[in-house]
């Protein structure tokens, strides 16, 4: 007899649990992971490209905005209530105090993410949690074609 899929219950994980992960080493330092939503998901790996991409958007607001807001590259974002701690690209806050961050005295105001082969992810899964987390302004910089760059917006 032939069953069909079972729906299986995940454990899914706090963000406290997740940072207690990469403390005791059950999270290695140099493993490419986020927590999203509870689940641990593994991060597409950066090519060349990428890195430049996310290099030159992180350089142009920080150049910009030096003095009136921060900008951040591959920093987690806090947000309470969502059970996780995305990586974007690029996080631009509020407080022009870098070392504000984290705290209550900075709001994110832009996310940033770059797309190689996680276009579709950026768009959809990302978008709507950096919409729980709060953040009013979320682009993407689709960079799934080698020649080109175009900028979505949710």
């Given at each position: 007899?032939?069953?069909?899929?079972?729906?299986?219950?995940?454990?899914?994980?706090?963000?406290?649990?997740?940072?207690?992960?990469?403390?005791?080493?059950?999270?290695?330092?140099d493993e490419r992971v986020e927590l999203v939503r509870g689940v641990i998901r593994e991060m597409?790996?950066?090519?060349?490209?990428?890195?430049?991409?996310?290099?030159?958007?992180?350089?142009?607001?920080?150049?910009?905005?030096?003095?009136?807001?921060?900008?951040?590259?591959?920093?987690?974002?806090?947000?309470?209530?969502?059970?996780?701690?995305?990586?974007?690209?690029?996080?631009?806050?509020?407080?022009?105090?870098?070392?504000?961050?984290?705290?209550?005295?900075?709001?994110?105001?832009?996310?940033?993410?770059?797309?190689?082969?996680?276009?579709?992810?950026?768009?959809?899964?990302?978008?709507?949690?950096?919409?729980?987390?709060?953040?009013?302004?979320?682009?993407?910089?689709?960079?799934?074609?080698?020649?080109?760059?175009?900028?979505?917006?949710?």
């Amino acid at each position: 007899m032939v069953r069909g899929p079972e729906s299986v219950a995940q454990r899914r994980f706090t963000v406290e649990e997740y940072h207690r992960m990469a403390e005791t080493g059950i999270l290695g330092p140099d493993e490419r992971v986020e927590l999203v939503r509870g689940v641990i998901r593994e991060m597409s790996p950066k090519n060349w490209a990428h890195v430049m991409a996310a290099k030159s958007v992180y350089d142009l607001p920080r150049d910009a905005l030096r003095g009136q807001a921060s900008v951040y590259q591959e920093a987690p974002l806090v947000a309470e209530g969502i059970d996780s701690e995305p990586e974007p690209d690029v996080l631009l806050c509020s407080n022009p105090d870098e070392w504000a961050y984290r705290s209550r005295r900075t709001k994110p105001l832009l996310v940033i993410e770059v797309a190689d082969s996680s276009l579709e992810y950026d768009l959809a899964e990302k978008a709507s949690l950096y919409a729980e987390a709060g953040v009013p302004e979320y682009w993407v910089v689709n960079r799934s074609r080698e020649s080109s760059w175009s900028f979505e917006s949710r």
